[in-house]
């Protein structure tokens, strides 16, 4: 990215308002920066449930992943953020008043694509909604009940059920009951428990 962008780029997300596309706009320089590396990056976590949800549960941070195999390596990831004035590394990064955590690869199981999200720099690769939500009900669940992720785990629901976003519910199912997980059972009481509060019926409702 030319340099002239990036600073304008940077200006812009500092002053943003708004903490949902703040973070959406910071996902989207950070992958153009990348992309110039041939290396393709994916909102994981809470930060893609903040995005694939509006807002309505704020992550706070960015959390991304890539999608190859390998791990980067350290000098390549400090090159690449000093490229947008980070502060700290090498996994975890202040960026324009946010903070950033560059991972590992990104782990889905889901059979779904990724999602493309538009943005002011480029596009963003969101992580499938049907691999967040298994993720964010075992996290709500073990190794303690996690109030947090459980309000996570709904709010992706939530949006879901009531169809702003695309959610392969038999895709969860399978997800959830792979080894990884061996969580089918509370995806069911967590979505079924939103159905009844949306008075819609559930899609895991066999009548």
């Given at each position: 990215m030319d340099a002239d962008l990036i600073k304008r780029a940077l200006a812009d997300i500092t002053a943003e308002q708004d903490p949902?596309?703040?973070?959406?706009?910071?996902?989207?320089?950070?992958?153009?920066?990348?992309?110039?590396r041939g290396v393709e990056?994916?909102?994981?976590?809470?930060?893609?449930?903040?995005?694939?949800?509006?807002?309505?549960?704020?992550?706070?941070?960015l959390d991304m992943c890539h999608s190859?195999?390998?791990?980067?390596?350290?000098?390549?990831?400090?090159?690449?953020?000093?490229?947008?004035?980070?502060e700290?590394?090498?996994r975890n990064w202040k960026v324009a008043g946010m903070f950033l955590d560059l991972l590992?690869?990104?782990?889905?199981f889901a059979r779904t694509p990724f999602r493309r999200i538009a943005a002011e720099y480029g596009a963003v690769w969101?992580?499938?909604?049907?691999?967040?939500?298994?993720?964010?009900?075992?996290?709500?669940?073990?190794?303690?009940?996690?109030p947090?992720?459980?309000?996570?785990?709904?709010?992706?629901?939530?949006?879901?059920?009531?169809?702003a976003i695309d959610m392969d519910w038999k895709e969860v199912l399978r997800v959830a009951s792979l080894p990884e997980y061996r969580n089918v059972e509370e995806?069911?009481?967590?979505?079924?428990?939103?159905?009844?509060?949306?008075?819609?019926?559930?899609?895991?409702d066999t009548d």
């Amino acid at each position: 990215m030319d340099a002239d962008l990036i600073k304008r780029a940077l200006a812009d997300i500092t002053a943003e308002q708004d903490p949902t596309l703040k973070s959406l706009k910071l996902a989207s320089v950070t992958t153009m920066l990348w992309a110039e590396r041939g290396v393709e990056l994916v909102v994981v976590g809470g930060s893609a449930i903040e995005i694939l949800t509006d807002g309505a549960y704020t992550s706070g941070d960015l959390d991304m992943c890539h999608s190859t195999a390998a791990t980067l390596p350290i000098r390549d990831r400090q090159e690449v953020m000093a490229g947008l004035n980070a502060e700290g590394g090498p996994r975890n990064w202040k960026v324009a008043g946010m903070f950033l955590d560059l991972l590992g690869p990104a782990e889905s199981f889901a059979r779904t694509p990724f999602r493309r999200i538009a943005a002011e720099y480029g596009a963003v690769w969101i992580m499938k909604p049907e691999d967040l939500l298994v993720e964010r009900v075992l996290v709500s669940v073990y190794p303690q009940p996690h109030p947090s992720a459980r309000a996570c785990a709904r709010e992706l629901a939530f949006v879901a059920l009531g169809g702003a976003i695309d959610m392969d519910w038999k895709e969860v199912l399978r997800v959830a009951s792979l080894p990884e997980y061996r969580n089918v059972e509370e995806c069911k009481v967590l979505v079924c428990e939103v159905a009844n509060e949306l008075k819609i019926k559930s899609p895991f409702d066999t009548d």
